[in-house]
Nanobody, 121 residues
Framework: QVRLAESGGGSVQPGGSLRLSCAAS????????MGWSRQAPGKERELVAD???????NYADSVKGRFTISRDNAKNTVYLQMNSLKPEDTAVYYC???????????????WGQGTQVTVSS
């Protein structure tokens, strides 16, 4: 089994910063893509950013220049540094990882349980 554990969410004023972390654990042979998505109340889940094992990144237009995704392959961890936060960034943030399990060759996508980010004055 594979588990993704997120941390770092919370409440912040507009213009503030937060850093999210997501650590993957369990029967992991390798992890290719990792990323963050978010879901605001009444809206569909949307991709925020993702990163390949080699470090290539992709961002939603709404967060470019404000958010930075990074990963530590040795720790199976992905991070999301969020700066200049806006009220419209308020959502539950979910991390995702594409994992090849230790036994066999099956590759599956796993999700964390989500962490709340609230931006409000």
């Amino acid at each position: 089994q594979v588990r993704l554990a997120e941390s770092g969410g919370g409440s912040v004023q507009p213009g503030g910063s937060l850093r999210l972390s997501c650590a993957a654990s369990g029967s992991i042979r390798s992890i290719s893509g990792m990323g963050w998505s978010r879901q605001a109340p009444g809206k569909e889940r949307e991709l925020v950013a993702d990163i390949t094992k080699g470090g290539s990144t992709n961002y939603a237009d709404s967060v470019k220049g404000r958010f930075t995704i990074s990963r530590d392959n040795a720790k199976n961890t992905v991070y999301l540094q969020m700066n200049s936060l806006k009220p419209e960034d308020t959502a539950v943030y979910y991390c995702n990882a594409v994992v090849q399990i230790l036994f066999g060759s099956k590759i599956s996508s796993y999700w964390g349980q989500g962490t709340q980010v609230t931006v409000s004055s």
